[in-house]
């Protein structure tokens, strides 16, 4: 049974930083796609990050251009999780966080699809006050 379980949320100020951490089981962790999605009230659940294997120990890691240069995605194979290191958090990154995993592997340009992730975990509440 895959299991994906978030956590590291929390409430902070805008300009502060928090990690997100995602703990799996059940997959063949290292060669899976992770990320990172972001959900706000009323809005529809946004690409933010994700890192893909490329073949050896090379991984592929983009990023949605509202977190460019303040967010960074890694992964510990060996721990088979996942992290989000958000950095400069502004009130527009304020949403329910969730990561996900897809097993494929598919052509660069296609890792922001929501209907591309097999597995989810349940989210944890991000919230940035000004």
């Known amino acids: 049974q895959v299991r994906l379980v978030e956590s590291g949320g929390g409430t902070v100020q805008g300009g502060d930083s928090l990690r997100l951490s995602c703990a799996t089981s059940?997959?063949?962790?290292?060669?899976?796609?992770m990320g990172w999605f972001r959900q706000a009230q009323g809005k529809e659940r946004e690409f933010v990050a994700r890192?893909?294997?490329?073949?050896?120990?090379?991984?592929?890691?983009e990023y949605a251009d509202s977190v460019k240069g303040r967010f960074t995605i890694s992964r510990d194979n060996a721990k088979n999780t996942v992290y989000l290191q958000m950095n400069s958090l502004k009130p527009e990154d304020t949403a329910v966080y969730y990561c996900?995993?897809?097993?494929?592997?598919?052509?660069?340009?296609?890792?922001?699809?929501?209907?591309?992730?097999?597995?989810w975990g349940q989210g944890t509440q991000v919230t940035v006050s000004s």
């Open positions: 996900a995993a897809d097993p494929r592997i598919r052509r660069s340009g296609t890792y922001h699809l929501v209907q591309h992730y097999d597995y």
């Open positions: 059940g997959l063949s962790f290292s060669s899976c796609t």
């Open positions: 890192i893909s294997w490329r073949g050896g120990s090379t991984y592929e890691a």
